[in-house]
């Protein structure tokens, strides 16, 4: 062989999975779409022949659809709806146990099925109302998306417990351990809530992911749970920061320096100096025997400045300064008064949107 | 004489109640009302030697601040000068003084001062006006309670009864003042020295020092904390 033939070969060999990838891609993706509508057509045939009262042959499709191979894709809400179908034809063929244990496979998928009276009889829901005892199980209905006002509104939510049971439901924050309880008492049955969107606290929830969380328990000790996670985001408009207070580097020295009692000796020392220098101005031959009365403003000059600094050493606390700094506490504290006058004020435009998130768990 | 400065002096002060009237305001501007005692020391040498001659002064004085940056206070001052030197002589004194001081920055202001002053001897009556332009530095000695200044003034214009003016008049002040709520006090030391041209060989020297005491009480809405 070649190196030319050699080289080419490697190329083929090389293609040939990855053809074969995008061949069993091209496949897939018709046959899965045509799985689903199979098993749809198969329900709606097997429904349509329990209704024509052909409910051996429903009997065939029904157990098709829940084969495990069966090579049609089943869907959850398939598959109890198969499930229930199931029960019903085989409490009219008078198999009630085995009635029973499929209505409870349709109970345990989803508690929320239930039996229309108009449509199936008294023997298939007397089956399916002994499946409902012997079964537990709870459940929490995904939330419809939704926009509120969280101070008129409600979030409405729907549970169920099969039977009667002590039922809690809460909404807990993801990441959250403790829950706001939204429900606590015993209940059968389909129930309907509402969550004023606050948390415990009082305070609107923030936005965020949340679950639903029902649990129960019976009088046997039975008990189930169940969640479901939805999210909450805000739409209001922007808010302002607040100011955040002065810091010790932006505000003055309250206290004055130990060197401020001198320096107020010396501003005394200093006026008495002054004083003096104003009798300095005198005629030399009118100075006579000196100018007493310049002595007088010197003296009351240093016992200013003694004062002063007495004061100093007493009372170390620079009053200006203390004002100041609370002027300007003062005015950042009315600067973020206002804004959170603003802030309240959007608040009160605050919508809640309930994003519904994932299938129940 | 005398009358045309008890005139200018009245219509300094009408200046500020006529401008408060002006703006609407009727009442009276802010300022001190106060009494003034001072003790005065007068030398003079005529080329023969020291006369000196000193006394207790009484008087009062009006305060008004028509504005945050100007005051007009208008002072009388009047008493006997007893002689502390031979050849000097027992003699009256009276002065009326109007001085007008507007602050130019936060730690200086200017003055002018328009004098009249009067010397009532046995033989004489010698009668003095001057018109007087100066500045005072200042500030707080103890916060909020005590203020020092100190100013220099020159008098371009001085006038004596019966001789030529001098021929350098200068004077000097240091002052402490109180000003508070509702008392205006003040303590203030002044030099004023005037030479005179020589005459007939002698030449003339001449000065009054006085320290003044000041005890008021605060009148009118007060506008600013700054004392002067």
Same mark, same amino acid.
Request: a positive charge; glycine letters at 10%; charged letters at 20%.
């Given at each position: 062989?070649?190196?030319?033939?050699?080289?080419s070969?490697?190329?083929?060999?090389t293609?040939v999975?990855?053809?074969?990838?995008?061949?069993?891609?091209?496949?897939?993706?018709?046959?899965?779409a045509?799985?689903?509508?199979?098993?749809?057509?198969?329900?709606?045939?097997?429904t349509?022949?329990?209704?024509?009262?052909?409910v051996?042959?429903?009997?065939?499709?029904?157990?098709?659809?829940?084969s +495990?191979?069966?090579?049609?894709e089943?869907?959850?809400?398939?598959?109890?709806?198969?499930y229930?179908?199931l029960g019903?034809? =085989?409490?009219?063929?008078?198999?009630?146990?085995?009635?029973?244990?499929?209505f409870?496979?349709?109970l345990?998928r989803?508690?929320?099925t239930?039996?229309?009276?108009?449509r199936f009889t008294?023997?298939?829901?007397?089956a399916?109302?002994e499946?409902?005892?012997r079964?537990?199980?709870v459940?929490?209905?995904?939330?419809l998306?939704?926009?509120?006002d969280?101070?008129?509104?409600?979030i409405?939510?729907v549970?169920?417990?099969t039977?009667?049971?002590?039922?809690?439901?809460?909404?807990?924050?993801?990441g959250d351990?403790?829950?706001?309880?939204?429900?606590d008492?015993?209940s059968e049955?389909?129930?309907?809530?509402?969550?004023?969107?606050?948390?415990?606290?009082g305070?609107?929830?923030?936005?965020g992911?949340?679950w639903?969380?029902?649990?129960?328990?019976?009088?046997?000790?039975?008990?189930?749970?169940?969640?479901v996670g939805?999210?909450?985001?805000?739409?209001? +408009?922007?808010?302002? #920061?607040?100011l955040l207070?002065?810091?010790?580097?932006e505000?003055?020295?309250?206290?004055? +320096?130990?060197?401020s009692?001198y320096?107020?000796?010396?501003?005394?020392?200093?006026?008495?100096?002054?004083?003096?220098a104003?009798?300095? =101005?005198?005629?030399?031959?009118?100075?006579?025997?000196?100018r007493?009365?310049?002595g007088?403003i010197?003296?009351?000059?240093?016992?200013?400045?003694?004062?002063g600094?007495?004061?100093r050493?007493?009372h170390?606390?620079n009053?200006?300064?203390?004002?100041?700094?609370q002027?300007r506490? #003062?005015?950042?504290?009315?600067?973020?008064?206002?804004i959170?006058?603003?802030?309240a004020?959007?608040?009160?435009l605050?919508?809640?949107i309930?994003? +519904?998130s994932?299938?129940?768990? | !004489?005398?009358?045309q400065?008890?005139?200018?002096?009245?219509?300094?002060l009408?200046i500020p109640c006529?401008?408060?009237?002006?703006?609407?305001?009727l009442t009276?501007?802010?300022?001190?009302?106060s009494f003034?005692?001072?003790?005065a020391?007068?030398?003079?040498d005529?080329?023969?030697?020291l006369?000196?001659?000193? &006394?207790p002064?009484? &008087?009062?004085?009006?305060?008004?601040?028509?504005?945050? *940056?100007?005051?007009?206070s208008?002072?009388?001052?009047?008493?006997?000068?007893?002689?502390?030197?031979?050849?000097?002589?027992?003699?009256?004194?009276?002065?009326?003084?109007?001085?007008?001081r507007?602050? !130019?920055?936060?730690w200086f202001r200017?003055?002018?001062?328009?004098l009249?002053?009067? %010397?009532?001897?046995?033989?004489? *009556?010698?009668?003095?006006?001057?018109?007087?332009l100066?500045?005072?530095g200042?500030? !707080?000695?103890?916060d909020?309670l005590?203020?020092?200044?100190?100013?220099l003034?020159?008098?371009?214009?001085?006038?004596?009864?019966?001789?030529? &003016?001098?021929?350098?008049?200068?004077?000097?002040?240091?002052?402490l003042?109180?000003?508070?709520?509702?008392?205006?006090?003040?303590l203030? %030391?002044?030099?004023? *020295? %005037?030479?005179?041209?020589?005459?007939?060989?002698?030449?003339?020297?001449e000065?009054?020092?006085?320290?003044v005491?000041?005890?008021g009480?605060?009148?009118?809405?007060?506008?600013?904390?700054s004392a002067r």
């Amino acid at each position: 062989m070649t190196a030319r033939a050699a080289a080419s070969r490697r190329r083929c060999l090389t293609l040939v999975p990855s053809l074969a990838l995008v061949a069993l891609a091209l496949a897939w993706s018709p046959r899965r779409a045509a799985a689903q509508g199979s098993t749809a057509e198969s329900l709606a045939q097997a429904t349509k022949l329990y209704e024509d009262l052909q409910v051996e042959r429903a009997l065939v499709l029904l157990r098709q659809v829940i084969s +495990p191979s069966s090579p049609f894709e089943v869907s959850h809400e398939q598959r109890v709806q198969a499930y229930t179908y199931l029960g019903a034809s =085989l409490a009219i063929l008078g198999m009630r146990d085995s009635s029973i244990a499929y209505f409870r496979a349709a109970l345990e998928r989803d508690p929320f099925t239930d039996l229309d009276p108009t449509r199936f009889t008294e023997r298939e829901r007397s089956a399916f109302g002994e499946a409902r005892r012997r079964t537990l199980a709870v459940a929490a209905r995904p939330l419809l998306p939704r926009r509120i006002d969280p101070r008129t509104d409600a979030i409405p939510m729907v549970i169920v417990s099969t039977h009667a049971a002590a039922v809690h439901a809460e909404v807990v924050a993801a990441g959250d351990t403790t829950g706001v309880p939204v429900f606590d008492r015993e209940s059968e049955g389909v129930r309907e809530l509402s969550w004023n969107a606050r948390l415990a606290d009082g305070r609107i929830a923030p936005a965020g992911r949340y679950w639903l969380v029902v649990r129960g328990r019976d009088s046997t000790g039975l008990t189930d749970s169940a969640s479901v996670g939805f999210e909450l985001a805000h739409d209001l +408009p922007a808010l302002e #920061d607040s100011l955040l207070p002065p810091s010790e580097s932006e505000l003055l020295a309250e206290r004055w +320096p130990r060197t401020s009692a001198y320096r107020q000796l010396g501003k005394g020392v200093a006026f008495a100096a002054a004083g003096l220098a104003v009798s300095a =101005l005198g005629s030399g031959k009118l100075e006579g025997s000196g100018r007493p009365l310049a002595g007088g403003i010197a003296i009351a000059g240093v016992a200013a400045g003694i004062t002063g600094a007495v004061n100093r050493w007493r009372h170390p606390v620079n009053d200006a300064a203390v004002a100041t700094n609370q002027r300007r506490r #003062d005015a950042i504290a009315a600067r973020n008064a206002g804004i959170a006058s603003r802030n309240a004020a959007r608040l009160a435009l605050l919508r809640i949107i309930v994003i +519904p998130s994932g299938a129940p768990e | !004489m005398r009358r045309q400065w008890i005139a200018a002096a009245m219509a300094a002060l009408a200046i500020p109640c006529t401008r408060a009237a002006a703006q609407g305001r009727l009442t009276l501007p802010a300022g001190a009302v106060s009494f003034v005692t001072a003790s005065a020391d007068h030398r003079v040498d005529t080329g023969l030697g020291l006369e000196r001659s000193a &006394g207790p002064l009484f &008087g009062a004085q009006l305060d008004l601040e028509p504005d945050e *940056r100007v005051m007009v206070s208008l002072r009388a001052l009047g008493g006997t000068l007893n002689p502390k030197t031979p050849g000097a002589e027992t003699r009256a004194v009276g002065e009326l003084a109007l001085t007008t001081r507007l602050d !130019m920055v936060s730690w200086f202001r200017g003055t002018v001062t328009a004098l009249g002053r009067s %010397y009532d001897g046995p033989l004489a *009556r010698q009668h003095w006006s001057e018109l007087s332009l100066g500045g005072e530095g200042h500030g !707080m000695l103890i916060d909020k309670l005590l203020e020092a200044s100190v100013g220099l003034s020159l008098a371009p214009v001085v006038r004596v009864s019966g001789r030529d &003016g001098p021929a350098l008049a200068v004077a000097g002040l240091a002052r402490l003042r109180h000003s508070g709520e509702r008392l205006d006090l003040s303590l203030g %030391y002044s030099l004023e *020295r %005037y030479d005179f041209a020589a005459s007939g060989g002698a030449r003339r020297v001449e000065e009054l020092s006085m320290l003044v005491f000041r005890a008021g009480l605060r009148i009118g809405a007060r506008r600013g904390d700054s004392a002067r």
